[in-house]
């Protein structure tokens, strides 16, 4: 799996990344079945697995259930291996979404964060947006406190997870990394991402898949026609994929190398 420098970070990820969500939430999601959460035995087959395939980018957040505790435990004695990307400001608790974007829970959040995950040190966090992605950069000033935890060595990079236009085009400038939704099926968000290439920030892709009902997607294989359409954009640093199947990852992967050769 080929790496690339993440935007101007001094990271280097591979450009499929693991996404974690159905390893620790299975409520008030969006995908097209209903599924069990993972068992320990199946998480750490699947690490080993994403591992082999050459992926070194996982992305958790304290809004994905219990996938940040869980994780932690299993990736002891692999911490060099991967670049982990959490996120501050979304919790999942009772089954409901609740935001907080202030400095005060940006510090407990990542703390928990480092705590759960076993390290001394995030890779990257991202804001976990609500939507309002205007609001929060402008008005909570989310950057500023997120670099001083990168100047303090707690993170090495941050950026955000955005759902507007306006607000991917502001975290690109304002940050390093921006997490944006493409697909075949949503590609608004385009502009964000020709933004992030023009001045060398990393992107991450959400909801490849359209969160799985590809079906939706046309084509012979849609797995390999949305990673083509997103891959075609020069920006674009890392799709991150969510899969509790490794016959799905590996296929994910073998898509992935063959639109790179
Ligand atoms: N920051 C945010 O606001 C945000 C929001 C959403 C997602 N994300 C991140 O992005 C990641 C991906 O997003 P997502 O999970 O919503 O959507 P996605 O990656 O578009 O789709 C994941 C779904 O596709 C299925 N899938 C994966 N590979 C497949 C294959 N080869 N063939 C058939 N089905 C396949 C998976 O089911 P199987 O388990 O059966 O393979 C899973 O249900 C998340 O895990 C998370 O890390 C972030």
Known sequence: MKKIALGNTHLSVSMLGLGTVKFGRNQQVNYPQAFALPSNKEIIELLACAQDLGINLLDTAPAYGSSEERLGPLLKGQRHHWVLATKFGEEFVHGASQFDFSKEAAQKSIERSL???????????????????????????????????????????????????????????????????????????????????????????????????????????????????????????????????????????????????
């Open 115 to 261: 705590k759960r995950l076993g390290t001394d040190y995030l890779d990257i966090i991202l804001v976990h947006s609500n939507g309002e992605d205007k609001k929060i950069i402008e008005e909570q000033g989310v950057f500023s406190t997120l670099n001083e935890f990168k100047q303090a060595g707690l993170i090495r990079a941050f950026g955000m997870s955005t759902k507007t236009i306006e607000g991917g085009l502001m975290a690109v400038e304002q940050s390093d990394i921006v997490m944006v939704t493409h697909n075949p099926l949503h590609s608004a968000e385009q502009a964000v991402i020709a933004h992030a290439h023009k001045h060398n920030k990393g992107i991450f892709i959400k909801k490849a898949f359209a969160s799985g009902h590809l079906q939706k997607i046309s084509g012979v294989d849609p797995v390999l026609e949305a990673m083509r359409f997103i891959y075609q954009e020069p920006g674009v640093s890392s799709i991150i994929v969510g899969t509790l199947n490794p016959e799905h990852l590996k296929h994910n992967v073998a898509c992935a190398n063959q639109l790179m050769e």
